[in-house]
């Protein structure tokens, strides 16, 4: 190949996963994971928002996800994320929710509620108390071992977890694929992941890399997220700027209050000892004008005693 491809970018993911030419990429994937949560394989599969090479070279906000129907209309999702935010995990079952909820239209009854089934690869850890990669997670009572319904299923596959030594699985192979398939691209698959269904996957892989327009188009994607991303750290780092401020004027202002409460101490301590001081003036005015009485006193006795 003339260049690395990294299948985890929006673009070349939903060209593997979510093109009608390849269909039988996405049914082998499903079947992968999904092998506890159906009676039986997905056998056919109906993609609801195809691949469309040209969304991606013409509009920075297409979707990304997959979105798909079996027979039995069971809808199925999927989505890659490179980064893994905090709030992921609310998305995620938001996502399902409004998937689920979605089914229905006026006139339709609860019994045509159908499951819906959410996978996520996720290029980071998230759950760091788990130290496998593949979690599953449904609507259940673990004290008393109840299912509410069997419709909620929520996958996540945490493919920076995947280090096994061997394959076991087809999951294992796609999950070895889509955390290590930018090498593969170079060096050509490892001898235990040559199946029919790798080799297309790297056909998609090659036209990407051989095709100057697909590479064109790849690259941009590459650079609108590396874009996301950098705008993102400097939403952060902005976020940590504006709490360090906001820390800093609030020690201020706690300073300020403290000043203005020490000032106004002060300025009642001062109209206390103004207050004794007029209470001590007065207090000396009146025992002047007793002294000067007594004085005027003593004078008019004096003169008194002098006309006898």
Not at 154 to 169: D, G, R, T, Y
Not at 170 to 181: P, Q, R, S, T, V
Not at 216 to 238: N, P, S
Request: aromatic fraction near 8%.
């Amino acid at each position: 190949m003339k260049h690395a491809i990294d299948p985890t970018i929006d673009c070349v993911f939903k060209a593997i996963l979510g093109s009608n030419e390849h269909i039988n990429l996405l049914l082998n994937f499903l079947n992968s994971i999904c092998i506890d949560d159906l009676p039986s394989p997905i056998c056919n599969l109906t993609i609801l928002n195809p691949y469309n090479d040209k969304e991606f070279l013409m509009d920075k906000l297409s979707i990304v996800d997959i979105k798909a129907n079996d027979k039995a209309g069971n809808t199925f999702q999927i989505e890659i994320q490179i980064s893994v935010p905090q709030s992921l995990k609310y998305r995620m079952l938001h996502n399902w929710a409004e998937l689920y909820s979605r089914q229905l239209i006026q006139g339709d009854t609860w019994n045509e509620l159908k499951p819906v089934i959410s996978i996520w690869l996720v290029c980071a850890p998230i759950f760091s108390e788990f130290s496998g990669f593949h979690s599953r997670f449904t609507f259940c009572d673990e004290k008393n071992k109840l299912e509410l319904v069997e419709h909620a299923r929520i996958h996540v596959i945490e493919l920076s977890k995947w280090n096994k030594s061997h394959i076991e699985n087809d999951l294992d192979i796609w999950a070895h694929f889509f955390k290590d398939g930018k090498a593969f691209s170079v060096e050509g698959l490892p001898e235990e992941m040559l199946t029919q269904e790798m080799e297309e996957a790297m056909a998609v892989l090659r036209q990407f890399s051989e095709k100057e327009r697909d590479y064109d188009r790849y690259m941009l994607r590459v650079e609108y997220l590396r874009e996301q991303a950098t705008l993102k750290e400097d939403q952060k780092i902005a976020r940590a700027e504006l709490e360090a401020i906001k820390k800093e004027r609030d020690k201020v202002k706690n300073t300020l209050d403290q000043t203005e409460n020490k000032l106004d101490q002060a300025e009642n301590k001062l109209d206390q000892t103004e207050k004794k001081l007029t209470q001590v003036n007065l207090s000396v005015a009146a025992k002047e004008r007793q002294f000067i009485d007594a004085q005027l006193e003593i004078e008019k006795l004096k003169q008194q005693l002098k006309e006898r």
